[in-house]
């Protein structure tokens, strides 16, 4: 059986998460090369996810109908939710490991509800 091929999105909260994460190593550390390993470690990590999406954890949330899945990579956590219709993986966050994740996604999704 062929494994099935996901397609990798951001949410414009996740991206941004990363270029804050990146913005931040690159002015407590002034390392570019810094900077730009992590966005590689990044990008490596997706394309993991992308190949056993609903291997990893559930959070006990749901954004837009889907379970939110999360995926620890390194010192971050990566959330994701699975669109199996349109074989796509939506990464909505990316948060450092040791926050409070579960009150930012809790306000994350409050927030997104309002818009709604």
């Given amino acids: 059986m062929q494994q099935r091929k996901y397609e990798i999105e951001y949410t414009y ?9 990146k913005e931040d190593i690159l ?3 002034k390392y570019r090369e810094m900077g730009e390993d992590f966005m590689r470690k990044m990008k490596e ?5 992308k ?9 006990g949330f749901q ?9 620890p990579y390194r010192a971050y956590l990566i959330f994701y939710i ?8 939506t990464i ?5 490991d040791g926050m409070n994740w579960q009150f930012i996604i ?3 999704l409050a927030q997104k509800n309002k818009k709604i």
């Fill in 13 to 21: 909260s996740g991206r941004n998460d990363i270029r804050k994460i």
């Fill in 92 to 96: 909505l966050r990316i948060l450092q």
């Fill in 106 to 108: 809790k306000q994350w």
């Fill in 63 to 71: 954004h837009k109908g889907y379970d939110i899945y999360i995926k």
């Fill in 82 to 89: 699975i669109d199996e219709d349109d074989a796509k993986v």
């Fill in 45 to 49: 990590a997706a394309s993991r996810i």
């Fill in 27 to 29: 002015e407590y550390f």
């Fill in 51 to 59: 190949m056993q999406p609903a291997a990893q954890d559930l959070t």
